[in-house]
């Protein structure tokens, strides 16, 4: 893993001479974030050694190099699911690339079904803590030391400084926000009305089918991480019927302007 990830580094910094400091993944109906990178250098998944290519729908592949302000940037244009088949290693690639390019800082995004019956769709939500539901690990297998330890501490998975100062942002540009905890799960079904009741009962406001690896990993390399969800749908009997992946696009497209402003705001403060 480690000459594979040093390979695709290697291949980046031939063609860029860029050295990101934030990273950013956009999950669905999320992407347009892009729009205000002053874009530097675009890379298509497809060109990228290494790389999987990603094939959900809403989804555009590609690494975006560029700036906010004097903030240097590399956004992941779509992720890779482990629904979609990938191994947790693929899944969760892109992130120990980025690190080695120079990320120092993550932010994640992401859509989820909410189960807090004090969330309506279109909430947007800091992620807090997570709970990890998804059936296989990312640091699972013979340990790097090289990219960091054995036994990861998890006391921490979302930065609470980033967190505070996103929440100041929020604030001062009139943007209600929650927070709450995230439940990843495998999918690709979304939850039965008993599972989303067990997300419930086991402590966590919202569930999805992302950033759980993502986060791991960023914490194995000690990558300070943000994830902020959008509740696109609603967890519970009178809602659940109605549950597709185009009312979770709707819902995400929605609520994109507030999420984009925010991460913006964030990383130009932080
Ligand atoms: N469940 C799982 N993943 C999701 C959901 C959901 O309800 N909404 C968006 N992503």
């Not at 000459?3 to 400091?21: A, C, G």
């Amino acid at each position: 893993m480690w000459e594979l990830v040093q390979e695709t580094v290697s291949f980046i910094k031939e063609k860029t001479h860029f050295t990101p400091e934030y990273g950013v993944i956009l999950g669905s109906g999320l992407g347009s974030f892009t729009a205000d990178i002053q874009i530097e250098f675009t890379l298509p998944y497809t060109e990228i050694p290494n790389f999987p290519v990603s094939t959900v729908e809403g989804h555009k592949g590609a690494l975006v190099f560029g700036t906010i302000g004097t903030k240097k940037v590399v956004a992941m244009q779509g992720r890779f699911h482990y629904y979609e088949g990938y191994s947790m290693q693929e899944v969760t690639f892109p992130v120990r690339v980025m690190k080695y390019l120079g990320v120092q800082k993550l932010v994640v995004s992401n859509a989820s079904g909410g189960v807090n019956p004090n969330y309506k769709v279109g909430d947007i939500v800091f992620i807090t803590d997570h709970i990890n539901m998804v059936p296989e690990h990312p640091l699972r297998g013979k340990n790097d030391e090289r990219f960091g330890p054995r036994f990861v501490n998890m006391s921490e998975p979302y930065s609470k400084k980033m967190i505070a100062v996103a929440k100041d942002l929020a604030q001062k540009n009139n943007i209600e926000v929650k927070d709450g905890i995230y439940l990843g799960l495998q999918g690709p079904t979304f939850e039965t009305l008993a599972e989303y009741k067990m997300v419930k009962i086991l402590g966590a406001d919202c569930v999805g089918m992302s950033t759980v690896p993502e986060v791991i990993v960023a914490r194995h390399m000690e990558v300070e991480t943000f994830g902020v969800s959008v509740i696109t749908d609603m967890g519970n009997e009178e809602s659940i019927d109605t549950i597709s992946h185009d009312e979770v696009l709707e819902a995400a497209r929605k609520a994109e302007p507030k999420v984009r402003k925010l991460i913006k705001e964030l990383i130009l403060n932080y």
